[in-house]
């Protein structure tokens, strides 16, 4: 089965600073997702990641907070920008095969 | 809103015994139903993918969809500690180019 590589695995940032995290995943995938999961909470889609185009944002997250690249069908990037503790998450991208939807190791961000 | 909705639990159920974990969703065009386990720290994992009407058996774990009351179960057969977990109920529309939502999450506990 497919896999994703996701870093950094964790990080702690000081407030007002920006994170990129990476996702790369071993073969194509027709979608890739992000998602954001508080403590003890599930799963909350951020945006779909569009090959070549602008992200599709749900509804409570923007572009300029949650900047997101897909340059390929393997790669995309999801920045957190201009952090504060609320940021304070786990960050999973995830890749949907056509079949199934399987995740990254997740990014565990603490903002101080 | 589409939504997908799971008790939180905790359940609790003892060692060698039927885990039922249950799941409805909002949105009549979801096509394909998904259930996921989460260990503590860890990424979701796919366990069971359901589309049609009926049952799937894959090992010790069933999944049951009805379409027309809009849920979709999991059993779990002798269950184990090593089933501990939250589980993820996930759905997808019919769309190729559709996002997936989870549920919040049913935390179950086998006790010995």
């Known amino acids: 089965s497919a896999v994703i590589s996701q870093k950094p695995s964790r990080d702690i ?4 600073t920006s994170l990129t995290i990476q996702c790369q995943v071993d073969s194509q995938v027709t979608m890739m997702f992000w998602y954001r999961q508080q403590p003890g909470q599930s799963l909350t889609l951020i945006a779909t990641a569009n090959q070549g185009s602008e992200a599709t944002y749900e509804s409570g997250f923007v572009i300029d ?7 390929n069908l393997t790669f995309s990037t999801l920045t957190v920008s201009n952090m504060s503790p609320e940021d ?7 890749g949907w095969t056509g079949e199934k ?6 990014t565990q961000l603490s903002v101080l | 809103q589409k939504e997908v909705e799971q008790n939180s639990g905790p359940l609790s159920v003892p060692e ?3 885990a039922s974990l249950n799941c409805t969703y909002s949105d009549r065009v979801s096509q394909s139903f998904f259930w996921y386990r989460q260990y503590s720290g860890k990424s979701p994992e796919l ?3 359901i589309y049609s009407n009926g049952d799937k058996e894959d090992g010790r774990f069933t999944a049951q969809l009805n379409k027309a009351s809009q849920y979709v179960s999991l059993l779990i057969r002798d269950s184990q500690p090593s089933d501990s977990a939250t589980y993820l109920c996930a759905v997808k529309e019919r769309s190729s180019a559709s996002k997936i939502i989870f549920g919040s999450g049913t935390r179950l506990s086998i006790r010995p």
Request: hydrophobic fraction near 35%.
């Open chain 2, 16 to 18: 060698g015994a039927i």
């Open chain 1, 88 to 94: 304070s998450s786990i960050y999973l991208c995830s």
């Open chain 2, 47 to 49: 366990i069971m993918s």
């Open chain 1, 13 to 16: 940032c000081q407030r007002g």
């Open chain 1, 65 to 71: 907070k949650f900047p997101i690249s897909r340059p």
């Open chain 1, 101 to 106: 939807l399987f995740f990254g190791s997740g």
